[in-house]
């Protein structure tokens, strides 16, 4: 990586881990306080959002556009903004909204940034548990307590051998999807549901083998790529395409196990 690219990766990181801080110090005093909880799809499913996303997210906006303006902007509450430059910030202010109403610390935030629709750099915040889970181009990395460890994903090549982790596998028990996923968990060592966004850095962490969802929001995924690729980890979609767009989602540890999962998930 030549010294221009090089400096540009770390301002960019170094501002993504600013606005995960950003975010935390909003985020927490609203965590197991009983803020108001909105249902965004009240007739047709649970999809809760609080007054601490968008607060988040505008606290996130606000420090992006004094300082890059010309980025574009993607968030999960808030409108759009369009710049004219390469990059885009993609940004889930709250991934793992169910968890944190309930109190469960296993929400995040989550910030991406694109370069030219390629996930460049990921950073994903826990403030109540306090791990910073960073990802670029080469490394990943875990900050807690002030120690940095360099993370790398598992040596696992076999499905006998993976523990495999979801935390919505299907649209519906009935599914194809679901379908398909059952016939993967059915192959694989064992299996854990419902943590979010901590899978995949979990399995970036070399604890997890596989994570699998479907339907999941660019802004769930594009954060978590960097994260995953430089701990040396391989995340496409179902079909091995790009998942970068979201969708139906694999992550795994290993090239082998990742092209076993999809044999199972594609067909």
């Known amino acids: 990586m030549s010294e221009p690219a090089s400096a540009k990766i770390a301002e960019f990181t170094a501002c993504a881990i600013e606005l995960a801080d950003a975010a935390g110090e909003t985020i927490l005093p609203l965590f197991r306080s009983g803020t108001a909880v909105e249902n965004k799809r009240a007739k047709s499913a649970y999809d809760p959002v609080t007054e601490a996303d968008r607060a988040a997210e505008r606290v996130i906006r606000d420090i992006l556009m004094e300082r890059y303006p ?4 993607w968030g999960e509450e808030l409108p759009p903004h369009t710049g004219d430059s390469p990059y885009t910030w993609v940004l889930d202010p709250i991934d793992g909204t169910k968890a944190f109403v309930m109190g469960i610390p296993v929400w995040s935030t989550l910030i991406g940034l694109l370069e030219d629709g390629a996930p460049l750099i990921g950073v994903m915040n826990q403030p109540f548990v306090g791990e910073r889970f960073v990802g670029a181009p080469g490394c990943s990395a ?8 360099i993370l790398h994903t598992s040596a696992t090549t076999e499905l006998s051998e993976a523990l495999l982790a979801t935390t919505f596998p299907g649209p519906t028990r009935s599914s194809d999807t679901y379908r398909r996923y059952l016939a993967l968990e ?7 549901y419902g943590a979010d966004a901590y899978f995949y850095c979990l399995l970036a ?5 596989l ?3 479907a339907n999941m929001g660019d802004y769930d995924i594009v954060a978590l790529i960097p994260i995953i690729e430089g701990a040396g980890g391989v995340v496409t979609t179902w079909d091995g395409g790009p998942a970068a767009g979201g969708g139906n989602v694999v ?6 196990l990742h092209e ?5 998930l594609d067909g």
Do not use: F, M, Q
């Not at 010309?70 to 902007?73: A, I, K, P, T």
């Not at 962490?205 to 083998?209: K, L, N, P, R, V």
């Not at 992550?251 to 082998?256: C, D």
């Open 211 to 213: 994570v699998v969802d």
């Open 260 to 264: 076993a999962a999809v044999e199972i």
């Open 70 to 73: 010309e980025h574009s902007v």
């Open 142 to 149: 875990l900050e807690s307590a002030g120690d940095r460890r």
């Open 251 to 256: 992550a795994a540890a290993t090239r082998e």
């Open 205 to 209: 962490a070399g604890s997890i083998d």
């Open 186 to 192: 059915d192959r694989s060592k064992g299996s854990r």
